[in-house]
């Protein structure tokens, strides 16, 4: 079993910057996939960015040049920075993790921190 809690979420102005950290309960070498997820009210939740094994990060087409997932394999936080921010930033922000055993995968969730972008 893997926990995930997300911190960093807030109210900014257009433009502005946050930046959100999500603290795994294992060593992020230990995890195969690492993302960060958003959900608007009223809208399916949709992938901001992730991080395979072994492979670079991949942004969605709404957030590439503005958002920086990064994250220190040695230790134990993935982090979303997030810059130029846009009212239709507005989400509740998931971190994710994908942990393979035995060829079976066990996916994980955080809480969710909230961002709130205004115009």
Known sequence: QVQLVESGGGLVQAGGSLGLSCVASVSLSRLNVMGWYRQAPGKERQL???IF???GVRYADSVKGRF???????????YLQMNNLKPEDT???YCSAIQTIAFTNYEYWGQGTQVTVSS
């Open 68 to 78: 920086t997932m990064s994250g220190d394999s040695a230790g134990n936080t993935m």
């Open 53 to 55: 094994e072994d492979d």
């Open 91 to 93: 989400a509740v922000y």
């Open 48 to 50: 901001v960015a992730v």
